[in-house]
């Protein structure tokens, strides 16, 4: 059932090129709405990152008529609008597959269809997608709001749903079960009761999924405002033993766990630019390490950790132990005075200083002269550097 509204939100805050786009391909006799967590984000009175599109305009249409676009993929061809640094993803409204859609004889030259690689309606591409909360359309020129799946009604009751049998949905992808728990985190909502049961029953499915899928999820986890209780509820919920088991241990000793979420607790204040993996991993790995010290585990076990569960890149594990090893050289401030200008310029200059000084703070591993010291001298060589 469609349902159109006048919603409650701040449209001053939609950005004013994702109004254009849906403003330029309505002008050429378009369907074309705000679609997905920008419209959840907007109606939750959260500032959205980004700002998806959807549209019946086929993607060929869409380069033809938005300049600065191009179509990419070749199974899942969507349109990528560039307005200076800025991206835009509009998507032809899809649907999910038939049975008929795979009878079709396929030649060398014609990849099998996947998934919901089929154009469809408006209410056919709201009730393939995962959450309630994520299948509400927003047309920002009439300021209409169109809810095919009752998305509102559970906006309003701070409640996350799944569209359609839960069990099954995240058979299909169990990476919504991370998604679950880190919206309803995100948000403060409810986990709907049949969803919950749904996570817990089929919590050993999310080791079948890819590591670059559950990595994108473990950033967003420690993007929120209280990633510590998040990790909690993802260990209540069994799913930490599938796809983070190296934490297991931890978690069920209480003084380990209170070390590690004590880190965890300062994440927020530590990542200055939380779109940068390091700062994320830096508060995590410092975290393990002080849970484990009185029961220290290999190097090997270490690296399982961060590589195979984790998912971090090998350059950034080296990255990590390159600041470490200069917050240990932080903290030997006579050795720095001895060294000749040309050693003090250059470790200076390091481009990881400021990241190991920062972990310093956060640890608060240096006496009061010493931090003193390493501010002023850091401060008069890069002015316009960011200390706690």
């Not at 919206?183 to 909502?189: E, I, N, R, V």
């Not at 934490?247 to 070390?259: G, N």
């Not at 994440?267 to 390490?289: K, S, T």
């Amino acid at each position: 059932m469609q349902i159109n509204q006048k919603p409650t939100l701040h449209a001053s805050w939609i950005d004013p090129d994702a109004v254009d786009i849906v403003r330029r391909l309505q002008n050429k006799g378009y369907h074309s709405y705000l679609v997905g967590g920008c419209v959840r984000d907007l109606l939750c009175y959260l500032h959205p990152k980004d700002y998806d599109i959807a549209t019946d305009a086929l993607p060929n249409e869409i380069r033809k008529l938005i300049f600065g676009s191009y179509v990419i993929g070749r199974r899942f061809r969507l349109v990528l609008v560039k307005r200076g640094a800025k991206q835009f993803e509009v998507a032809t409204f899809r649907r999910a597959g038939r049975p008929e859609d795979f009878a079709e004889p396929q030649n060398e030259d014609t990849p099998p269809p996947v998934g919901d690689n089929f154009f469809g309606t408006p209410e056919e591409d709201a009730l393939r997608r995962d959450f309630t909360i994520n299948a509400l359309f927003f047309d920002p020129v009439k300021n209409e709001l169109i809810d095919y799946s009752g998305g509102m009604a559970d906006i309003q009751a701070h409640m996350l749903r799944m569209i359609g049998d839960p069990s099954q949905r995240i058979q299909e992808d169990p990476i919504r079960s991370l998604r679950a728990l880190r919206l309803s985190h995100k948000l403060k909502f409810r986990i709907e009761e049949n969803l919950r049961s749904a996570v817990l029953r089929h919590a050993d499915l999310v080791a079948q999924t890819v590591l670059p899928r559950r990595r994108e999820e473990y950033l967003k986890f420690f993007r929120l405002p209280d990633p510590a209780t998040a990790f909690l509820e993802l260990y209540d919920l069994g799913l930490m033993a599938y796809c983070l088991p190296s934490l297991v241990s931890i978690f069920s000793d209480s003084e380990k766990q209170d070390i590690f979420l004590h880190y965890l607790q300062g994440l927020p204040d530590f990542a200055d630019e939380p779109n940068h993996p390091l700062e994320i991993y830096l508060p995590l790995i410092l975290g393990y390490r002080a849970a484990v010290q009185n029961d220290p585990v290999s190097a090997e076990e270490e690296e399982n950790f961060l590589r195979n569960e984790l998912g971090m890149f090998k350059g950034e594990i080296a990255e990590i132990q390159s600041i470490l090893q200069l917050k240990n050289r932080l903290k030997d401030v006579e050795l720095f005075k001895r060294r000749g200008h040309r050693r003090q310029r250059a470790f200076l200059s390091h481009p990881n200083l400021l990241l190991a000084f920062r972990v310093c703070q956060f640890e608060r591993e240096l006496s009061a002269n010493d931090l003193m010291f390493w501010k002023d001298l850091i401060h008069s060589h890069l002015p316009a550097a960011k200390l706690f």
